[in-house]
């Protein structure tokens, strides 16, 4: 955990760098780091997280940190509801309609009225259904699925799938290049063809932040349905779902959201969509009257139709009670706060790394930027593996990814100046 830890032999081979970071010259960041805290109106927040004493976590873009209520809500789900109210619990407890209940708690962090936001399954589960599901939306006669080229690889891998199933030929493209945000430019892209569109909002690699007002509207114009998937902004940012009205949505919940590893996803239906969204996973619990336990389908009204079968109580719950961690707080103070963070990790890493030696893929206008900063460097997996073992952790991203995340809710501005500090100092 030494600061002064001897930088691994393999960065001094390779000379990185200009040399030692002229620290002493350095503005004094550990005191603008205070007082930044000190007048930070989210502060406090962080005592509803079980954090470890001395670590850094900038990590929550895979695994959000843990929220304090987590471990009683879960000791009483084991020990009552299940120990001792056994069955019950479906019928007279909170079990059966957690999957609704939770989406409607998530709902207003991600600009969804009530109604169209169900939990359930993992992100890759919920991307099959929603891309089947829109595909079989899509008018008749669309041919192509488009997916940013750049995705994270689970979404790519279920679109081929769904693109095989569905007759639709899977096309790649990139977002912006290719994708000009302007409707009226985008007609070469979006055009008659185009079935569905998937899109990550934020880039988990680069931590660029797509413009999803502006690609909704120009995918819509065009006829397409659209999905987005927010994982990495979901409780990161707003994202106003309903206001740009985005056809459909998934995220995760274990990562800004804080819902634990594993935790289920959440899909977005929006509700002009529902009466027609024919999920491809069409499990009993996602049926209008599942107790009749008939022999033929009929859907539930509304998001519920995007359940498939028996939720998994445990992780539902411990992730229900995890969202205590955002009672009085609106997302708009938490991308306030994550802008700051992110322009200071930078100012930071500006003052103390060596020049040249890390470069930020980050896009620098906020416009464009999630809440992460990532950084290329050489030898990457090595020094990310350097940085936990001085009690930094961020992640490694392959080939050359040092990719750090910023929640809002815990991390604090003297962690990132530490954070960046450490940084420099395996690089000095
Ligand atoms: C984290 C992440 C996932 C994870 O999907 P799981 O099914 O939960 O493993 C999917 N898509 C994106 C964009 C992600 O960032």
Not at 66 to 87: C, K, M, N
Request: include cysteine; charge should be negative; aromatic fraction near 8%.
């Amino acid at each position: 955990m030494s600061e002064t830890h001897p930088a691994p032999p393999a960065f001094e081979a390779r000379g990185f760098g200009g040399g030692a970071p002229d620290n002493g010259a350095a503005p004094d960041l550990s005191a603008r780091a205070a007082a930044l805290d000190a007048a930070d109106d989210l502060a406090e927040l962080r005592a509803r997280f079980t954090l470890p004493e001395g670590l850094v976590y900038l990590d929550g873009n895979s695994l959000g940190a843990l929220p304090a209520t987590v471990a009683a809500t879960t000791a009483d789900v084991v020990t009552r509801q299940w120990g001792e109210q056994l069955i019950r619990s479906w019928s007279d407890g909170t079990w059966w309609t957690a999957p609704e209940r939770i989406g409607d708690r998530i709902a207003p962090l991600i600009g969804a009225a009530p109604g169209q936001t169900v939990v359930g399954d993992s992100t890759s589960v919920n991307l099959f259904k929603a891309l089947v599901g829109a595909a079989r939306l899509a008018a008749p006669g669309r041919t192509k699925l488009l997916v940013d080229a750049a995705t994270f690889p689970t979404d790519g891998y279920i679109a081929a799938s769904a693109a095989r199933m569905t007759g639709l030929t899977l096309v790649p493209v990139d977002i912006p290049a290719d994708i000009p945000a302007d409707p009226a430019d985008a007609a070469g892209v979006f055009g008659p063809d185009t079935a569905v569109v998937l899109l990550n909002h934020v880039d988990y690699r680069t931590g660029r932040l797509h413009d999803l007002p502006a690609l909704t509207a120009a995918a819509r114009a065009a006829g397409a349905v659209i999905i987005w998937d927010l994982c990495h902004s979901a409780g990161a940012l707003p994202v106003d779902l309903d206001a740009h009205g985005v056809d459909l949505a998934v995220g995760c919940t274990y990562k800004y959201l804080n819902g634990g590893p594993g935790s289920p996803a959440f899909l977005y239906i929006a509700a002009r969509h529902q009466r027609d969204f024919d999920s491809p996973l069409p499990g009993w619990n996602g049926h209008a009257e599942p107790f009749a336990m008939t022999p033929g389908y009929t859907p539930a009204e509304g998001a519920v139709r995007g359940r498939v079968g028996t939720p998994d109580i445990l992780s539902m719950l411990a992730l229900e009670a995890a969202l205590d961690a955002w009672d009085g707080v609106t997302v708009e103070s938490v991308r306030a706060k994550s802008l700051a963070l992110t322009d200071f990790f930078l100012e930071c890493v500006a003052a103390y790394v060596p020049a040249g030696v890390v470069e930020p893929v980050t896009p620098a206008p906020h416009a464009e930027r999630g809440s992460q900063v990532s950084l290329r460097t050489e030898n990457a997996s090595a020094v990310m593996g350097e940085l936990i073992a001085r009690g930094v952790v961020g992640d490694f991203r392959a080939p050359d990814v040092l990719r750090f995340g910023f929640t809002p809710l815990y991390v604090r501005f003297t962690d990132v100046e530490r954070a960046a500090r450490t940084l420099g100092h395996i690089f000095g």
